[in-house]
């Protein structure tokens, strides 16, 4: 049985299935926890915060910026597609805070989360 739903995530995307005796145990929470959320991440979101902080410097407090006339979402995008462009690691620092202020701030129509497993993540594009 442990086999079976091991192996149903990677049937439902059509990966390939492991035997029983290449399962592993799951490790425990601390060691997930350490491998999961590197600290490149910390490093990252570190990065992020003290831009967004000089941000509030320059432009004011993100809380009392209207954002309504500033379509964030583009702006992802160009901001990904500058460091695709050129490796520089700002952008995607920039890419990565203009994902944070869509996620919270954002005011487009039909904004919700909806956790869907469609496997279409797991297939080649």
């Known amino acids: ?10 049937w439902k995307c059509g990966l390939e299935e492991k035997d029983e005796d290449k399962l ?16 490149e991440f910390k490093e990252i979101h ?15 407090d993100i809380n009392r910026q209207d954002l309504d ?4 979402a583009p702006n992802i995008i160009i ?4 460091y695709i462009d050129d490796g520089n690691l700002e952008h995607l620092v920039d890419a990565y805070n203009m994902v944070r202020i869509e996620y919270f701030k954002a005011r487009r129509a039909g904004k919700q989360l909806i956790a869907i ?9």
């Not at 901001?79 to 500058?82: A, M, N, V």
């Open 1 to 10: 049985m442990r086999n079976f739903l091991d192996n149903l995530w990677k």
């Open 24 to 39: 592993g145990k799951v490790p425990d929470y601390d060691t997930l926890n350490r491998t999961q959320y590197p600290e």
């Open 46 to 60: 570190k990065l992020a915060h003290n831009r967004m902080i000089m941000g509030a410097f320059r432009y004011g």
């Open 69 to 72: 006339n500033y379509d964030v």
């Open 79 to 82: 901001r990904t597609q500058r």
């Open 117 to 125: 497993d469609d496997g279409e993540h797991a297939k080649p594009k």
